[in-house]
């Protein structure tokens, strides 16, 4: 188990992240209209997963607007946004912002990604929710980069999440 914090507070985090040179683990969850997705449904594209609580608190909807402007310049990529909000709030949060880069999707079904992905709050005022994170794949599903936010108020280091994609 890790631990990270919140607003100073530890928290401790299940699971064990996905590391650099592995292969990530398949997951499927809810993407708009109540869809399901797995990973198999970006085959061929770089993904870069945004994993994070909740798209209604600040530092959250941040890191998705930074990363909708951010993949704008990479090419046959690709940004999920996970997060336990369902898939409308999720897609009202992006229209209202004009948000068009980004995917999300919702850990409404497919609790075991908390776990395979290292992201399960375990305790805390947030737990059952996902700490942040994120996980750059390649176009194979391999890991190339990971990050467990060590705050889950602070925003994630985007210049090293983006740079194993150039």
């Known amino acids: 188990m ?7 507070s530890p928290v401790q985090v299940g699971g064990a992240l996905p590391l650099p040179g592995g292969s ?3 997951f499927t969850l809810v993407a708009e209209g109540l869809a399901d997705k797995s990973l198999k449904d ?3 594209l770089r993904k870069v997963l945004n ?3 909740s798209v209604d608190t600040p530092t959250c909807a941040s890191s998705v607007r930074a990363f909708n402007e951010k993949v704008a310049e990479l090419d046959n990529t690709v940004v999920l946004c996970i997060s336990a909000d369902l898939p409308f709030a999720q897609a009202r949060f992006c229209g209202a912002e004009g948000l ?3 995917k999300n999707l919702s850990t409404l079904r497919g609790r075991e990604f908390h776990t395979n992905y290292g992201v399960d709050i375990a305790d805390g005022p947030l737990a059952g929710l996902t700490a942040r994170a994120v996980v750059v794949l390649d176009e194979n599903d ?3 980069h990971s990050e467990l936010v060590g705050e889950i108020a602070d925003e994630p280091n985007y210049d090293a999440a983006l740079s194993v994609l150039k």
């Not at 890790?2 to 100073?8: P, S, Y």
């Open 51 to 53: 994993i994070f609580p």
């Open 24 to 26: 990530a683990p398949d």
């Open 2 to 8: 890790a631990q990270v914090t919140l607003k100073g």
């Open 100 to 102: 068009e880069n980004v």
């Open 42 to 44: 970006y085959a061929g």
């Open 142 to 144: 391999n890991v190339l």
